[in-house]
């Protein structure tokens, strides 16, 4: 009996090794066998979906894509990216363990281990969020998808768009409920392909940092819509929790004096480039519980807020009053900066809030931020300014029961002022021509 027990151990230990080679054939396998199919039938996939389920792609896309075939040829090579990722991952997991195990004994063992699949996760996830099929797996739905999940799957489908310039829509919620991109797209058909890439409560800073995010090549167009609240608002509706890393630590150190505090939003975008995993964790808790979580908090401010528009208005007209705009200056300074390095037109609508907030508003504020803008558009040609008596003047009616957020027919009527706007511009089609210079 014992003198078997080496043999059987042998056994064990060759049969075991056997199979750790036989995974290690199969992980290295597996990304050339899916490279492969993917090059030789990729695109006769996307044909066949194409044909059988393009339209209800394109309805299901609701205007972020207008390829089918095109989208689904990308998901594809999505999918095997992220599959080739995680294989090359686990194999790279398998030989930390296994030098690990050689030189380390428990608990050290155990909290090497532990490390090691934390640092492989978030590598995975940094290589998954630059694909469009990482965050169309979180996609709860058109009226329930959290932000920051829309705003990656809008920009990484981008590029499917086939028309020859591209424009992107940025800013606060305002840019959002004033331009409406489907209008642009349905007048530009063929010329440029808009896609609205905004953030509620963006500050200008927040603007520059997600242009930088913009991967597309083929961008020509940056299109803003700025009140005073981008430039003067409360620095706790920043969203750089969303933006902001270690490649922006020296400029937002550089921009000198009025930059927000140090606060949970700086350190959450450090903490988010850093470990990748924080930063999809709230998309990833909202795809869990199915959706409804924004519209549950927008449902609760919209409660909290006075009854009386008038009396609101004088509220928020406090947070105004002694603002330091010299930080959010400065950035778009850097962000028209941005636009000229990728040669792309910035085209900024100077606009407005409801007339009861601009009313309660310190109009020294109204003039000191147009007098900026101003100053702005005459020293760089590549800046379209749109002002008060160029744009279409926007009343209380325009307005339901909202400060700063007009109704559909107001951004029906905007919409189709910008897309004039493009139309115009692109007949002028030379960089160094201002197509709507300053009306002062």
Request: proline share 5%; hydrophobic share 40%; charged share 25%.
């Amino acid at each position: 009996m014992n003198s078997s027990s080496p043999h059987r151990l042998q056994s064990q230990h060759s049969g075991a090794a056997d199979g750790r080679r036989k995974l290690t054939l199969l992980l290295v396998a597996l990304p050339l066998v899916a490279w492969v199919l993917y090059a030789a039938l990729g695109g006769r996939v996307a044909s066949i979906v194409f044909v059988k389920y393009g339209e209800k792609l394109l309805a299901k896309g609701d205007g972020k894509f207008t390829d089918p075939g095109l989208f689904v040829r990308g998901i594809l090579e999505d999918a095997t990216v992220i599959l080739t990722a995680s294989c090359l991952l686990l194999l790279a997991y398998r030989a930390a363990s296994a030098v690990a195990e050689r030189r380390l004994q428990a608990p050290a063992l155990w909290v090497v281990k532990g490390w090691s699949i934390f640092v492989c996760v978030n590598v995975l996830v940094a290589v998954a969020a630059h694909t469009a099929l990482f965050w169309c797996l979180l996609y709860t739905g058109r009226d329930d998808i959290e932000n920051f999940t829309q705003w990656h799957i809008k920009e990484a489908l981008m590029d499917e768009a086939s028309a020859p310039s591209l424009a992107v829509l940025l800013g606060n919620s305002q840019t959002h409920v004033q331009i409406d991109p489907k209008i642009l797209n349905e007048r530009l058909t063929g010329k440029i392909w808009t896609t609205e890439l905004h953030f509620p409560g963006s500050s200008i800073y927040d603007t520059m940092l997600a242009l930088e995010r913009v991967r597309s090549s083929r961008l020509r167009y940056v299109i803003a819509y700025v009140s005073e609240i981008p430039f003067y608002g409360d620095s706790d509706d920043y969203r750089m929790i969303l933006y902001f890393g270690l490649r922006d630590l020296p400029p937002y150190v550089n921009l000198g004096p009025g930059r927000p505090f140090f606060d949970r939003y700086v350190i959450g975008g450090l903490l988010g480039d850093i470990f990748p995993v924080y930063q999809i964790w709230e998309p990833l808790m909202a795809r869990l519980r199915g959706g409804n979580v924004q519209k549950k908090q927008q449902a609760r401010y919209d409660a909290s807020l006075e009854s009386s528009l008038e009396e609101r208005a004088r509220r928020i007209a406090k947070d105004y009053e002694g603002a330091d705009s010299s930080f959010q200056k400065r950035a778009f300074e850097i962000l028209a900066q941005k636009c000229r390095e990728r040669d792309c037109r910035l085209v900024i609508c100077a606009g407005q809030c409801n007339p009861i907030l601009e009313r309660a508003m310190n109009p020294s504020i109204r003039r000191d931020m147009m007098d900026f803008l101003h100053e702005q558009a005459a020293r760089d040609p590549n800046i379209i300014l749109l002002v008060d008596s160029q744009m279409p003047r926007q009343v209380e009616a325009d307005y339901d029961n909202d400060l700063t957020h007009v109704n559909g027919a107001a951004r029906a009527r905007f919409s189709k002022y910008i897309a004039e706007v493009l139309e115009k511009t692109i007949q002028t089609n030379t960089s160094g021509l201002t197509a709507y210079p300053d009306p002062r």
